[in-house]
């Protein structure tokens, strides 16, 4: 079967300009979103092996296919829509249908191919025509068939996981087209947060956290009654013979691990949902007035650090002698951390009292109380002890109910901590949300976070308000409980949603470690604290201005020394030894202190937490973990170089340039392993160490040859996964069942899909041979001048801020403690407009457009030098306030009105476009580019006005959501899907959810669907 050919651009050609195209205003419109072109498919040859480029007018709007019309779609959207959706996600799949729906099925599956062939631009489509092996499409092709058939009313709702499961048009006709029965919800937990079950826990668990775990999920589990098991069905036969006979040939049986049997029972469905979107109330005088609130909290805070910094600072220099002098930095630096530790907790206490559910319009005087709160109890210094009992002291001096033996790891600090409630004995595992509160449509929601004794809370999992997790239960990584959700006692469940599973994620066994082992951790840990770490920072000032006599010139009284070139010369100097210096000292202390500690912790064996093998554990950790050098190195050759030099085992390195990214974290690196020809994405986070509320474990992790890893994943120690695997973005690994080989898998829980598609081999001739011999030097070279840039760009940022200490140092003498608090104010400014300039410099002559290349392309190692050169850490300090948008606008993000962005990560700034009164959770990700193998592809993404995207959600490229429309906590938005206005969608993949009051349960791994009792 043939497509039309269409023209192929060469491999150098750039993109037409689009300056000043586009809407330049801050209302960021959907309806631009919808008009784009459709890409016109050429059957490709290996002969050809040019790879399929778009059109010059498709690049300037993105590739993407035609969206549907968000407004008809939105308004037909009802209660009966949610419930079709419902059955259709959980009914049970039986035997093929009878001989009077015969003409029901021959429609739906004409329907089908003949969208698909539109999508594709051929003739006609075989009933039995694979989509990805015979007819070439990829999952940017079948999102824009799936939106298409969305768009008819006439035709069953499709989801990606549905292709990938029936991947011909008549099996998946015969899986989705046959008639369900309408699906009953089960009754719903009660103690999910709401405002009588959060009396009930202050009433019976303030003077004991485990009696208050009991009690709330008794309540929340008494109610949910344990549905029989369906009956044995047979699938629709061509359902069956697709996927047997499909690209993932093996999917039931290496899925089938992963997922639950047909006789267990659903998870218990979730609570009451949410109430539809609302328009925000909030107005610009709102708006203004809470922005300058918080710049005058901002100030004030400044001057009160300046104050106790300089009264401080002139005491210790009186002292007579250096023993004096150490005395004394012992001494105010005590008081300062003591005072630093213990001003969020009063405030917090004075400010809020007790946090109870309820919702804080934002931008709202209310709200600025919940910023301040937030912000001072996430900067408290005891945040930096995350993995000891005093992080766990800290938690219950805000409110916390928590048990005994509890360990946390997660350095995303809960907020409105009176809500919640840990039972003794649980693990919560490093980048773990449960913050108990949410943004939805333009209001704070806070809510109940309920987790029984010994329960483990694995790595990368969010826990939306009103969850519940009883005794022993377990939630696997990359997974995620959706408000109402509530896993009983002993289950173990995993995916996102969570459903209910087998595998066990607590494989190792407890130890030893009582009251008195982590009392005399806290106590030592204290101790180096305040006798080592914070006298030489209080006292690191006063020994930069002994050893650099110019900069000790500003302090003096009388002449300025600032106006002098000499002392710039000098500075200049003294800036560049620091710099470098330090970075080089950096490179030799991951190598040496690390690798003496790492011969003391033996791999295999279990050591109770909070003694030596642990310190030592935590400090290999910190140690090589160093986000300065693997950004330096990562997107070039030499993070090869610098990962075998921190102590990962990399075998026979096939060299790309690009075998990671700029994020590649680890537990300890001398148990990673990465097979010959494997390149991995960003945010890859190695999880070599597994631990319990007692005790931990390091043990190797094997990641094996020629895979590819996408971004956002965390690998376990116990993957199953071998050679020659695609591991897709935000995946969930899986621990049990047989090792996947030869396949990708995508999701959570992970399901199987096709290892390549033809559009992603188009580039496949450079991996090897002349051309990469001839590419790959000249890749490193551009890389080369970048990580140079890089050293550059921050040694300057260094500069300038030495400068202004200087030159606040010098108005002392002056103007006193407040020359101190406006150099603090200035060195936030300095180093936010620096910043933006550089960005804007980096992209001036080559500016971000939609790209499909290869990734020896010079476009793409221009973007490289775009992720790598700028910053973005400094983001953060603009977090929940109005000048975060601000920021975003100048950065060239076409954003709209009272956005509100609690954290919200942006890849490629000018290729998204934001509407008014958007909502950004913390942990969301706008991505606008991804990477397989050695094939690169980017586009736009375009979210309409008052979007809300959850907490931990992943939107890829291509993307556009409707006005009002909604990603759930966790989601995973594949690229170039179309969320409908006012539409919810959720998972990992995402798909619709109802908005009727049933949400839909998640399909098992293998696809297959149950009828919800």
Not at 164 to 178: E, I, R
Not at 486 to 497: F, K, L, N, R, T
């Amino acid at each position: 079967m043939r497509g039309k050919p269409v023209e192929v651009l060469p491999a150098d050609r750039e993109e037409p300009s689009s300056a000043g195209s586009g809407p330049t205003t801050s209302q960021a419109s959907f309806e631009d979103a919808q008009s784009i072109q459709p890409i016109h498919r050429t059957e490709q040859t290996q002969a050809e092996g040019d790879g399929q480029y778009v059109p010059a007018e498709d690049e300037a709007v993105g590739v993407r296919d035609e969206a549907p019309d968000v407004r008809a779609e939105g308004e037909s959207a009802g209660v009966d829509a949610g419930l079709r959706d419902e059955a259709r996600y959980e009914r049970t799949d039986g035997p093929p249908p009878p001989a009077d729906d015969g003409a029901q099925l021959g429609n739906a599956e004409r329907e089908f191919a003949a969208v698909l062939a539109e999508v594709l631009h051929v003739d006609e489509v075989a009933a039995d025509s694979n989509f990805f092996e015979e007819l070439g499409a990829d999952s940017l092709v079948m999102a824009h068939f799936c939106a298409r058939v969305r768009k008819r009313g006439d035709l069953p709702q499709v989801s990606m996981r549905d292709v990938y499961k029936y991947p011909t048009v008549g099996a998946l006709a015969d899986a989705l087209a046959a008639p369900v029965p309408t699906p009953v919800p089960a009754p719903t937990p009660q103690a999910t947060g709401s405002g009588e079950t959060t009396e009930v826990a202050e009433a019976r668990g303030i003077a004991e956290p485990t009696e208050t775990a009991t009690s709330i999920r008794t309540a929340a589990t008494s109610e949910t009654t344990e549905p029989p098991a369906p009956a044995p069905t047979t699938a629709p036969t061509r359902a069956a013979t697709a996927t047997a006979t499909g690209t993932a040939a093996n999917t039931a049986t290496a899925t089938a691990t992963t997922a639950p049997d047909d006789t267990s029972a659903p998870p218990a469905p979730p609570a009451k949902p949410d109430p539809p979107p609302r328009t925000p109330r909030t107005n610009t005088p709102h708006y203004l007035l809470c922005g300058a609130l918080q710049l005058l909290a901002f100030l004030g805070y400044s001057c009160v650090v300046a104050v106790v910094a300089v009264q401080g600072y002139e005491w210790i220099s009186a002292g007579a002698g250096a023993v004096e002098a150490y005395l004394r930095a012992v001494a105010v630096g005590t008081g300062a951390f003591l005072a630093l530790c213990g001003l969020p907790i009063a405030l917090k206490w004075l400010l809020v009292g007790r946090w109870k559910p309820r919702e804080i319009r934002v931008w709202s005087l209310d709200y600025v109380r919940f910023w301040t709160v937030k912000t001072l109890v996430r900067s408290n210094p005891l945040v930096l002890f995350v993995g000891s009992p005093l992080y766990v002291l800290y938690l219950r001096a805000l409110g916390a109910r928590v048990g005994k033996g509890v360990s946390v790891f997660t350095r995303n600090l809960p907020v409105c901590t009176d809500l919640l409630t840990v039972g003794a004995g649980t693990v919560i595992r490093k980048d773990s949300f449960l913050s108990c509160y949410r943004a939805r449509d333009g209001v704070i929601q806070t809510g109940a976070v309920v987790l029984g004794r010994d329960a483990v809370v694995s790595e990368a999992t969010v826990l939306d308000i009103g969850t519940t997790m009883g005794d022993r239960a377990q939630l696997g990584h990359a997974s995620s409980l959706h408000r109402g959700q509530a896993v009983p006692d002993g289950e173990h469940w995993h995916g996102s949603p969570a459903q209910r599973g087998d595998a066990d994620f607590l494989p190792l066994d407890p130890a030893e470690c009582g009251t008195r082992r982590r009392a005399l951790h806290s106590l030592l840990q204290l101790l180096a604290a305040l006798l080592v770490y914070v006298p030489l920072a209080v006292g690191g000032a006063g020994i930069l201005l002994a050893e650099v006599p110019q900069l000790n010139a500003a302090l003096e009284p009388g002449a300025t020394a600032l106006t002098g070139w000499v002392f710039y010369g000098e500075a200049l100097a003294a800036s560049l030894l620091l710099f470098f210096g330090t970075t080089l000292l950096g490179v030799l202390l991951v190598a040496t202190l690390p690798r003496l500690l790492g011969r003391t912790v033996r791999p295999g064996r279990v050591y109770p937490l909070y003694g030596y093998h642990y310190a030592a554990h935590r400090l290999i950790m910190l140690a090589t973990n160093r986000r300065f050098l693997t950004r330096l190195f990562g997107d070039s050759s030499g993070i090869v170089h610098y990962l075998r030099y921190l102590g990962y085992d990399l075998s026979r390195v096939q060299q790309t340039g690009s075998n990671f990214g700029t994020d590649v974290r680890h537990e300890t690196p001398y148990l990673s392993t990465v097979g010959t020809g494997t390149m991995v994405a960003d945010g890859l986070s190695i999880a070599n160490a597994d631990f319990s509320s007692s005790s931990f474990r390091v043990a190797p992790v094997a990641i094996g040859p020629r895979n590819f890893l996408g971004n956002r994943i965390t690998y376990p120690t116990r993957g199953r996964t071998g050679e020659n695997c695609l591991l897709a973005t935000k995946v969930m690994v899986p621990v049990d069942g047989p090792v996947r080989e030869g396949v990708g898998l995508l999701g959570s829980p992970a399901f199987e899909i096709p290892r390549s598609v033809q559009r992603d081999s188009s580039f496949d001739r450079l991996k090897s041979g002349e051309e990469l011999e001839s590419l790959l030097p000249a890749k490193n070279r551009h890389n080369a001048a970048t990580m140079a840039l890089y050293l550059l760009v921050r040694w300057l940022h260094f500069f300038g801020i030495t400068l202004l200490v200087s030159g606040a140092a010098e108005l002392y003498t002056a103007f006193g403690a407040l020359a101190i608090a406006l150099g603090n104010v200035l060195v936030v400014l300095f180093t936010a407009v620096y910043y933006v300039l550089v960005e804007r410099i980096v992209t001036a002559r080559h500016a971000l457009r939609p790209l499909f290349c290869s990734i020896y392309d010079i476009r793409f190692w221009r973007r490289e030098r775009y992720w790598k050169v700028p910053s973005e850490t400094y983001l953060r300090l603009f977090n929940g306030t109005p000048y975060k948008s601000l920021v975003w606008r100048v950065l060239g993000v076409r954003i709209g009105r009272r956005v509100f962005d609690d954290g919200c990560s942006l890849t490629e700034r000018t290729m998204v476009s934001i509407g008014d009164g958007c909502t950004l959770n913390a942990g969301s990700v706008v991505q606008c580019h991804s990477q397989e193998d050695g094939t690169f592809k980017s586009d736009r993404v375009a979210i309409g006005s008052g979007c809300t995207l959850g907490v931990g959600a992943f939107a890829h490229y291509g993307i556009a959501l409707g006005d009002g429309a909604e990603l759930a906590p966790d989601s995973f938005l594949m690229k170039g899907e179309t969320v409908p206005r006012h539409a919810l969608w959720g998972g990992n993949p995402a798909r619709p959810f109802p908005q009727d009051g049933v949400q839909p349960l998640p399909g098992d791994a293998d696809g297959e669907r149950r009828q919800q009792p």
